[in-house]
Structure formats: structure tokens, C-alpha cells
């Protein structure tokens, strides 16, 4: 995918892209979030590259979903969450008063750590999103990019004699695929993934992995997990998470054998024993 | 009263029989070398169960028999030319008897054989209650000392006491049973009887409802038309225009309450909102008559159209704000129980908040909001008062909302206020309307049941 395309927004607007490349996809400074009184995100500054996988991992309950949740802003819909600070997608300002929502969760994806398909048939669940930003009009174009999507996330060998089923009757494993198709079916730029493959089984753990190495050419991808080995096996990059803090993020080979911060030593070596 | 202090006393003899029931557990430990079985108050509640339960079941039946059985003896006991009487009349003279026992005005003056027989009835009546009350306390009294010599450390007073318990409530889910099958029972011979002197097809089809049946044989009057057609269509068209009012507002207050609404506005709306469901009908029915139906008439007068001063228009319309709480509260339950991850997924995607009700919500509850307006729908079916006072009694036979209709209920009321005698056709279509209304409500019911189990199953 070239530099036209992934910059290119759903509406078709273009916008923008500062020459050279940016360094980062995503760019925090600074950023805060507080739930009410509780301060569960302090001061986070980190960059996300482009095309590249980032594994944010930590401790349960030091802000990984949090942080994710900001970057496509699906924190709006909790009411006491109050997000600071400097958070950019591509050099734009994502809690700007002039960003529209809509169109920048259609630019960053998210995929969740439950497979959540909407109770209708495969291609519904697929052209759910395409349909809503009117990515196509005929019938053919949404079989088109619904072939696309799911080919892109590996299930249509699996279900291109069944698109008129239900997406709930899928195996569990299969539910996660089809919801990475729905959210690749909007050509997102980025694809938050949060604890994808937490309640699937080996094979189809491994089946997911492969699937996000293969999007990454395409894709920005950050993906949640708790899952050490997961973590070394698909990202690039790493960013360690502890009490509400980013204690260090690096190349994922640097954290794993020479982390700088003894947190995160010990929560690396803490795991493997 | 006598009764009620009755019970009073077998209550207290079950609080001495836990007492007595948890001491003499306790005392047969021999001072802790025997372990009991069960808890010491287990032993008390099976004692007080055993004291308190057969004493008062035999209470309960003595009282339900002994009026019939005192009753008995009492016309056994009158004069020959007394017994001879047609049933009406001897009905009448026990009526009397009764009076004059209880000190009320009787219809004739006592004769001296009705005297005798008050004599007698007070006599047994007075015997009667001594009796129950022997028999109620040595019951408790039997039951009491029977539990108590039965407590030993090894007894499963527990396991005992759950299995009483569990007799206990079957009887009472019984009872509830047996009462309705009874009630639809009788509606059903009841509507037997109607249907021998009208035949079933001139009630399901005839187009005139006139229930009025000539009372003596030489009255100038009409035999009598029971086509409930006018009936059916005028309770549709009440229903129909309330579902039209109550369906769109309650389904999007709804929406509102459990999508929009930021909690504080919820918290209050929504207990404002079933407030509505809890005014009584006849207070509805007042609005509809002094309001709605004025109104609505003025305004289609302004309109020129002529619309009759009880209309059922009105009726619909009053009809559908009853409603309202019905269809907005179940929909809302089922909206809310739409998983949050359903929606994460939409506007995860982009999708706003309205497209997210309109193409993920709303289609997922959809089974629970179509049961949600088939309750309501068979609610409006069933209501009366409101109809009564906004639409009238007129039997007309139109599609016209702004005509005076009536509906089934109305009618069964109408039929049986007042004296009637319960042989008359005029009486029994009461029972015929009925039944038909209770197979219609019972069958949008079950159906309404049967949508909600399968929605059920399909987040489970
Ligand atoms: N909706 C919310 N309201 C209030 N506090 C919240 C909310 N969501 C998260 N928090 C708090 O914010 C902190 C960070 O939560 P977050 O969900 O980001 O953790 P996490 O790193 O994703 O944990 P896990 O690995 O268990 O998913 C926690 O202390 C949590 O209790
Ligand atoms: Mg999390």
C-alpha cells in the first residue's frame, strides 16, 4: 500500500502528509487519563511506527487498554474518563474539537479481546462498516472488498461457502478472524488490538499471529497482550506498562534480552520463572 | 374474629413448641458428650411445624364446612311444609333464618317455626365454634407433644424441616393451579351453556350485538342478537390506535432511556416513567372522558369532521399513554441487555450512535421488543375502565375511529352489573365474550413467551 492510500480517509478526503515521513504513526506527549479521581494513565510519551507491529505488555490493571482505547478515542463513550495531553495520529491532534470521531475511528480499527460479531450473517458482519461509511454502493463492490477482507484475515477458505450464516456460529477462533476482517473491510491505517488471542486456543493463537505479521506490511498494528512469548514472536517494538506509567518502550529483541529498567526484568523474568 | 383469635393462640403454642422443640435438643446432649445432628433451632422449627401446621389446616377446613354442614342440620330440622318449599323459596327462608341470628332485618316476620329454626342455628353455630376451636387446639396440642418426643440428637431435624417446607410450597403452587383451572372452568361450561341456545357461528359472525332478551313471555321485545363482531372490531380498532400511539413513543423513550439518557436523567426519568403504569385505569378513564374525548371532539369539529362525544378515538388514545410504561420498560430491558460489547464493536467501526441503535441494537432486541408490543397488545385487549368511561357502550359496527365503538370488556361488564338471573343468554354471553377474550390474550401471551425464550437462548 502506498503512501496515498493509507493517508487517504474514508470520506476521501486526503489528507496531508508532511514530507518526509513521519517517524511515528501515533505520537504521545504527555498524555494523562484519569477516571474520575483515579489516575490510571501518567504521563505517557512514545511513538508508534508505521507498518510495524508494537506489543504493549504489564501488569493487569497499568493502563494498556486505557492507552489503546485513546488512540481511536472509544474512551468517549465512558463518561467519568477524562483524557490530557498531546496524542497525534499522523501529526494531527486526535482530541482536536475539530476531529470527527467517526472518521477517525474509521482510520484506526480496533479489534477486541471477546470476538464480538454482531448477531447477523458473515458478509453482514463484514460489510457493516463499509456500508456505514458508503465504501461501496453495488452489491458486487461489497462482495468485493468482503472477499478482500476476509481473504486479508485468512478465513475465506474457511467460509466462503457460508457468507449467509450466522458470524456467531463460527468457532471461537474463527469470531476473532472475522472481526480482524471487519475492521481491515473500512482500510484502516492503524489496528488496535486488545488481548486478541486471550480466550482463543493454541492453534488458533498461532493462526491470529501469522495473520498480524502478514497485516503489518499494510497496517499499523498495536497489539495488547499478556502473552510474553506472543509478544516476542509478533512485535517489532515494545512498550512495558507499569502503574499507569510507560516504564520503557524499545525494539521488542532489546526488552526481551537487555531490558534498561529492572521493572521490567523483573516482570520478564518474573513470568518465565 | 373468634377464628382470628384462634390462629393467634395455635401461633403462640408453635413459639412454646420451637422453645420446647430447642431445649429439649439442647438437654439431650447430655452436656455436649452427644453431638446433634442438626442446628438446636432445627428441632424447634420441627416441633413449632408439627404444632402449628395440621391444627391450622384442620381450622381452615372446619371453617370452610361448617357453614354448610350447620346449614344442614338446621333445614333438617324445619317443618315438613318448610321442606317442601321450591328450592328459591327455601333458599330464602335459610336466608332469613340467618338474619335473624345475626340480629338483621329478615324479608318476612318470624314465624314460630322459623323461630325455632334461628334457635336451632344459633345453637349449632355456638357448638360449631367450641368445636373448632377443641379441635384446632388438640390438634396443636397432639402435634406438639408428638414432634418433641420424636427430637433426639440423631433425628434429622434439618432434612425434616426442608421437607416440610418443600410440602408447604407445593401446596401453595397447587392452590394457584388448582384456581385457575377452576376459573377457566367455569368460564368454559359457563360459555357451554351459552352456546347451547345461540349456536357458536351467529356469536363469532353475526354482525348485531343486542343482548336484550325479552323477560316475561309477554313482552314486547326483541329476542335477542349476539353477533360479537361489532364487539371484536371495536376492540381491535381501541387496541390498534393505542398500539399506534403507545409503540413509537415507548419504544423510542426507550432508546433514549437506555442509549442517550446520561445516567442522573435516567435515574430519575425512568422511575417517573413506570410511575404512569402504576395510576389506576379508572383515573385514565376520567382524563379520557373529561378530557381526551372533549378535546378530540372540538378538534375534529374545527376540522369539520363530526365526531361522536364518546369516540373511540379517545379511548385509543388514552389507552396508548397507559400503555407507554408497558412497551418502554420491557423494550428497555431488552435494549440494555444487548451486550456493551455489540456496541463497542459498531462504534469501534465509526458507526455514531444512532447507527448503532438502528443496525446493531434494535435488530438484536428485536425479538424481545416485538413480545414487549404483544403484551402490551394483549393488555389493551383486556382493559375496561378506560373504555367504559371514554368510549361508551354503543355496539357499532365501523372502522371509523371517530364513531362511538365498544369493546369485549365493556361489554362483560355491562352484562353482569346489576340483578341478573344466570340462566338468561343475555348473562351467559358474558362468559362467551369471555372466553374468547381469554383465548386470544392467552394465545398473544404464550406467543409473546415463546419470541422471548428464543432470544433468551441466543446471548447465552
Ligand atoms: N471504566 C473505568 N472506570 C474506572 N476505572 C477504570 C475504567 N477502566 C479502567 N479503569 C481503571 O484504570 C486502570 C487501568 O485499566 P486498564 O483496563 O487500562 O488496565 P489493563 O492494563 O488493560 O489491564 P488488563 O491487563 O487487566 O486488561 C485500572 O486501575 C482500572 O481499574
Ligand atoms: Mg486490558
Request: glycine share 8%; proline share 5%; net charge neutral.
Amino acid at each position: 500500500m502506498d503512501a496515498t492510500v493509507t493517508t487517504q480517509n474514508v470520506s476521501g478526503a486526503t489528507v496531508p502528509v508532511p514530507m518526509p515521513m513521519p517517524a511515528s504513526k501515533v505520537a504521545a506527549r504527555g498524555v494523562n487519563v484519569h477516571y474520575g479521581a483515579k489516575h490510571a494513565l501518567k504521563s505517557v510519551d512514545i511513538d508508534i511506527r508505521e507498518n510495524q507491529v508494537t506489543a504493549f505488555i504489564g501488569p493487569s490493571g497499568c493502563g494498556k487498554s486505557t492507552f489503546l482505547r485513546c488512540i481511536n478515542r472509544m474512551n468517549d463513550t465512558i463518561a467519568s474518563c477524562r483524557v490530557t495531553g498531546d496524542l497525534r495520529l499522523d501529526g494531527q491532534d486526535i482530541y482536536d474539537r475539530s476531529v470527527d470521531v467517526v472518521q477517525l475511528r474509521a482510520r484506526v480499527g480496533m479489534v477486541f479481546q471477546k470476538a464480538n460479531p454482531f448477531p447477523k450473517s458473515i458478509f453482514e458482519n463484514v460489510a457493516y462498516g463499509p456500508k456505514i461509511h458508503g465504501l461501496a454502493t453495488k452489491r458486487s463492490e461489497f462482495e468485493e472488498i468482503v472477499e478482500k477482507s476476509l481473504r486479508g484475515a485468512g478465513l475465506w477458505e474457511e467460509v466462503k461457502d457460508r457468507l449467509d450464516d450466522p458470524g456467531t456460529g463460527l468457532s471461537g477462533g474463527q469470531q476473532q478472524r472475522l472481526c480482524i476482517a471487519r475492521a481491515i473491510a473500512v482500510s484502516p491505517e492503524v489496528i488496535l488490538m486488545d488481548e486478541p488471542c486471550s480466550a482463543l486456543d493454541p492453534i488458533a493463537t498461532a493462526h491470529v499471529e501469522e495473520l498480524i505479521d502478514g497485516l503489518k506490511s499494510d497496517y499499523t498494528i498495536v497489539i495488547v497482550t499478556h502473552n510474553m512469548q506472543q509478544a516476542a514472536r509478533v512485535s517489532q517494538r515494545t512498550a512495558f506498562f507499569h502503574l499507569g506509567t510507560l516504564v520503557e518502550e524499545d525494539d521488542t529483541a532489546k526488552i526481551f534480552t537487555n531490558p534498561r529498567d529492572e521493572r521490567t526484568q523483573g516482570y520478564i523474568t518474573g513470568r518465565y520463572g | 374474629m373468634n377464628t382470628i383469635f384462634l390462629l393467634c393462640v395455635l401461633l403462640v403454642l408453635s413459639a412454646v413448641g420451637y422453645r420446647m422443640g430447642k431445649a429439649s435438643a439442647v438437654g439431650r446432649q447430655n452436656g455436649g458428650t452427644v453431638r446433634l445432628h442438626s442446628l438446636p433451632s432445627y428441632y424447634g422449627y420441627y416441633v413449632a411445624l408439627w404444632c402449628g401446621l395440621p391444627a391450622l389446616l384442620l381450622v381452615v377446613l372446619w371453617t370452610a364446612s361448617s357453614d354448610w354442614i350447620v346449614k344442614s342440620l338446621v333445614v333438617s330440622a324445619l317443618p315438613d311444609e318448610i321442606r317442601a318449599l321450591p328450592a328459591d323459596k327455601l333458599s330464602l327462608v335459610v336466608t332469613d333464618i340467618r338474619n335473624i341470628a345475626a340480629g338483621n332485618i329478615a324479608s318476612a316476620a318470624a314465624t314460630p317455626a322459623v323461630q325455632a329454626a334461628v334457635d336451632t342455628y344459633l345453637n349449632l353455630a355456638g357448638m360449631a365454634r367450641s368445636a373448632m376451636w377443641l379441635v384446632g387446639l388438640a390438634a396443636a396440642m397432639f402435634g406438639l407433644l408428638l414432634a418433641r418426643s420424636h427430637v433426639a440428637p440423631s433425628m434429622r431435624a434439618r432434612n425434616r424441616v426442608e421437607g416440610i417446607i418443600g410440602a408447604v410450597l407445593i401446596v401453595c403452587s397447587v392452590i394457584a393451579v388448582l384456581t385457575t383451572v377452576g376459573i377457566v372452568l367455569s368460564l368454559v361450561f359457563e360459555a357451554a351453556r351459552f352456546f347451547v341456545a345461540i349456536p357458536a357461528a351467529d356469536f363469532l359472525f353475526g354482525l348485531t350485538w343486542s343482548p336484550q332478551t325479552a323477560i316475561r313471555a309477554d313482552q314486547v321485545g326483541s329476542s335477542g342478537a349476539f353477533g360479537a363482531v361489532p364487539l371484536f372490531t371495536g376492540t381491535l380498532l381501541i387496541a390498534t390506535i393505542s398500539m399506534l400511539v403507545a409503540v413509537p413513543v415507548g419504544l423510542m423513550s426507550a432508546v433514549y432511556m437506555a442509549d442517550y439518557a446520561p445516567a442522573r436523567v435516567r435515574s430519575i426519568a425512568k422511575p417517573l416513567l413506570e410511575i404512569l403504569a402504576g395510576i389506576p385505569t379508572v383515573v385514565y378513564g376520567f382524563f379520557g372522558a373529561l378530557t381526551v374525548a372533549p378535546f378530540v371532539r372540538e378538534a375534529g369539529a374545527l376540522a369539520g369532521l363530526e365526531v361522536a362525544s364518546q369516540s373511540g378515538l379517545a379511548a385509543g388514545l388514552v389507552m396508548g399513554i397507559m400503555i407507554i410504561p408497558f412497551v418502554s420498560s420491557l423494550s428497555d430491558d431488552v435494549i440494555n441487555a444487548v451486550p456493551q460489547s455489540m456496541r463497542d464493536a459498531s462504534y469501534g467501526l465509526g458507526a455514531t450512535r444512532s447507527e448503532t441503535i438502528k443496525k446493531v441494537v434494535l435488530p438484536a432486541a428485536l425479538p424481545g421488543i416485538a413480545a414487549s408490543v404483544i403484551l402490551a397488545f394483549s393488555r389493551a385487549l383486556g382493559e375496561t375502565m378506560i373504555v367504559v368511561m371514554a368510549a361508551g357502550l354503543a355496539a357499532n359496527l365501523t372502522a371509523n375511529p371517530l364513531n362511538a365503538v365498544t369493546t369485549v370488556t365493556v361489554h362483560i361488564a355491562a352484562l353482569l352489573v346489576g340483578d341478573q338471573e344466570f340462566d338468561s343468554p343475555k348473562t351467559l354471553s358474558a362468559f362467551a365474550l369471555g372466553l374468547v377474550l381469554f383465548a386470544v390474550t392467552l394465545a398473544l401471551n404464550i406467543l409473546a413467551m415463546r419470541i422471548v425464550r428464543k432470544y433468551r437462548e441466543q446471548y447465552e
